[in-house]
């Protein structure tokens, strides 16, 4: 599959940039304009700040929801992290307990739908807006995020439909249904179908069309520029036929995947911090200091606090609601158990691989600074920091990693691919699931979706960052405000079996199977 991805996606842009159109650079601008004037007003809204202030209403509701989560159930992501551990390596497994996918299966299709693009153009985004200090509290939102996707998650199993053919359907529009009507709620429906919809759009865009963006940035970047609707054809193309075969094509796919694509790309970033070891110490330094401080960075401390949380939500989606879709088809009879594992995502996405992407970027000298002062330096007429050739994004990323060892930038390529290519599917299974909660189970429906997913992986990589990333944040965004209202009211459940599980684990009851 590796091979395959490579040759589609890197050496046919090249032949067909060739012979492509002049035209074609036109319909990718027509695109990119209807796009933005379709959904400007929902970007607008969902990041609409608290009035006379520029703090983003939706970056305090998960951090509010996140302190909740760990102070309710008392730092659970510290304390369950060993236990999480065993699960992952199957030490309380049982072949035959109901669902599709194993511990280890569930964790690699939920992280490769999280660890993506946000670990590499999201960080430069960040950084290139907040500085190095939105590091930190990009670091502070993932351990506090464990404790939100270990609620969702486990929330996901213990409500899921599961059928006769073995497979499964979870989510939080089953747990806002299911566990709502358990504790006398209303209006769990209405909050599922809105869920659903926002997922399904969040499907389309975080999960899809930014990733095709950016996918197509970073080869560009190597073969030179060609019009994005060729991209955008060859990942559709490969995409669809991973996604036609199920929950469990994906797994296979992302098993073998997440790990080679997070190996790859942590040995790189290692050799360039080895390569520059004695900076650091520095480069912490300028992570601290500019976590309180700012820098000079547009905003201060607060530019950097919203910006390091912004994405940090964005890379590791804690309290979106998404990933407990995934979880929910694991083979297991014990919810939390995969509330467990669950909360080894935020952990490995945000305070692993963001933060050595953070360290290659501060580490490489890719930010401008005022030699005298010290403070960086910003771009005349906007609020991103001056970088050494004017690289936003993904390209910031790849000139850090290439300045470094030129070639580095063809592995970033390769990275960039996979890491596109797997959260494109685990995405689409998550919006699938969305829109098969609306409109019903069925060979016919599904397809009808697969076919959406695929059409706009072609607008994506043919629409600019700019669009593209405004709405793939508002629409993730927009499915957090719901999932954690449904969390709030559903966290007793969790609770309670939390302390069954300890117990019976302390007692001796749960054990390890051989």
């Given amino acids: 599959m590796t091979n395959l991805i490579k040759a ?10 060739a012979s492509a159109p002049a035209a074609a650079q036109s319909l990718d601008e027509t695109i990119n304009q209807g796009f933005a004037s379709a959904t400007g007003w929902f970007v607008s809204f969902i990041f609409s700040p608290f009035p006379g202030t520029t703090f983003p209403w939706i970056v305090m509701w998960l951090v509010i929801a996140a302190t909740v989560f760990t102070l309710y159930f008392a730092f659970i992501q510290f304390r369950a992290f060993p236990h999480a551990i065993s ?7 049982d072949p035959n307990d109901a669902g599709e996918v194993s511990h280890f299966q569930a964790l690699a299709t939920a992280l490769s739908g999280t660890v993506g693009l946000g670990n590499i153009a999201g960080v430069a985004v960040a950084i290139g807006i907040g500085g190095p200090g939105a590091t930190f509290w990009m670091i502070l939102a993932g351990l506090m995020g464990m404790a939100s996707k270990f609620t969702e ?25 299911k566990g709502f ?9 209405i909050l599922a179908v809105m869920f659903s919809i926002f997922c399904i759009l969040g499907a389309l865009g975080g999960g899809n069309m930014f990733q095709a963006n950016q996918a197509h940035a970073q080869i560009a970047n190597v073969v030179g520029d060609y019009p994005g609707w060729i991209t955008g054809l060859i990942f559709a ?10 929950l469990k094509s994906i797994a296979k796919v992302t098993e073998k995947v997440v790990p080679f694509m997070g190996v790859l790309y942590v040995l790189t970033a290692l050799v360039i911090l080895i390569m520059n070891a004695d900076m650091i110490m520095w480069a912490f330094g300028q992570i601290f200091e500019g976590a309180f401080t700012g820098l000079g960075v547009a905003g201060g401390m607060v530019g950097a606090l919203i910006q390091g949380f912004k994405r940090a939500a964005f890379s590791n989606e804690a309290g979106v609601g998404s990933a407990a879709i995934a979880h929910s088809a694991v083979r297991t009879k014990e919810p939390i158990t995969e509330g467990f594992v669950s909360l080894l995502e935020p952990f490995i996405d945000t305070v692993v691989i963001c933060t050595m992407t953070a360290l290659v970027i501060i580490i490489t000298g890719q930010l401008v600074a005022d030699p005298n002062t010290g403070l960086y330096l910003l771009d005349e007429g906007a609020s991103t920091i001056q970088t050494v050739d004017g690289n936003k994004g993904v390209a910031l990323t790849s000139a850090a ?4 060892i030129p070639f580095f930038k063809y592995i970033l390529a390769v990275a960039v691919i996979l890491f596109a290519f797997s959260t494109m599917i685990s995405w689409s299974y998550y919006g699938l699931k969305a829109w098969t909660f609306l409109f019903g189970e ?41 999932n954690i209202v449904a969390l709030y009211f559903l966290m007793p459940i969790v609770k309670g079996e939390l302390d069954s599980y300890l117990s019976r684990l302390k007692s001796g009851e749960i054990k390890k199977h051989s």
């Avoid at 890197?10 to 940039?17: D, N, Q, R």
């Fill in 442 to 482: 069925g060979q016919t429906k599904e397809l009808i979706f697969k076919v959406i997913f695929c059409i706009f992986v072609v607008i994506g990589a043919s629409a600019n960052l700019g669009p593209v990333i405004d709405f793939s944040d508002a629409a993730i965004f927009a499915m957090a405000v719901v």
């Fill in 237 to 246: 193309a490969i995409v669809f036929a991973v996604i036609v075969g199920g």
């Fill in 181 to 189: 009507q358990e504790r006398g709620i209303p209006a769990g429906g």
């Fill in 401 to 404: 990693f290439s300045s470094a």
């Fill in 8 to 17: 589609a996606a890197v050496a046919a842009p090249a032949v067909m940039a």
């Fill in 87 to 93: 699960l992952v390596k199957g030490d309380y497994s």
């Fill in 153 to 177: 998650c486990t929330l996901g199993v213990k409500y899921r439909n599961e059928y006769e053919d073995g497979t499964v359907s979870g989510g939080p529009m089953y747990y806002m249904t």
